[in-house]
Structures are given as C-alpha cells and as structure tokens.
C-alpha cells in the first residue's frame, strides 16, 4: 500500500466518523428537549415557567383573568397580575 492509499484511506475515515458523532449528536440534542415523561426544557433560561401561560382577561371584568386550572381544566377567575396587560400586548401585536 503506498503512502498516498493509506492517506486517502484514513480521511475517509475520519469523514465517516465526523458524520457519526454529527449524527449522535443531533439525537442526544434531539432528545434532550423531546423525550417522553418528565420535561427536559423550561420557558425561560432561569428555570422559572411563564406566569401568565394559560391565561386570557376576564370578558366580564378588566380587573381580572381567567387562568386555566391544569387538574380540572375549569377557568377560575383571578386578580390581574402586574404588567399582564403589556404581556397580552405584545403577544398579540395590539
């Protein structure tokens, strides 16, 4: 074997193993934020959730929203928290 074979026989091979780890990878990245069970991610990048996630005003008082109870699925009314009104806002572009 001349030393030009083995040389091209040995990036092959690292070509192969570079697209293996990149592979591997993506499937560890992949699964880190979509497995199964216990959530892997958060809203926010300090570990705390949106306060106002299912949550829409009150249509029968401005003072108050209606946030969705995750056992019961019922609404319950609350008192509008600080700076909920920017919120709904600016994610729904008014």
Do not use: F
């Amino acid at each position: 074997m001349t030393e030009a074979e083995v040389l091209a026989n040995l990036a092959a091979i690292g070509y192969v193993g570079a697209c293996a780890r990149k592979i591997l990878q993506n499937a560890v990245e992949y699964n880190n934020g979509h497995g199964k069970g216990e959530r892997k991610t958060t809203s926010k990048p300090d570990g705390t959730g949106n306060p106002y996630k299912h949550t829409r005003p009150d249509p029968k008082d401005s003072r108050r929203i209606l946030r969705k109870n995750p056992h019961t699925g019922k609404e319950q009314s609350e008192p509008k928290p600080e700076g909920y009104d920017d919120w709904w806002k600016k994610k729904h572009n008014r």
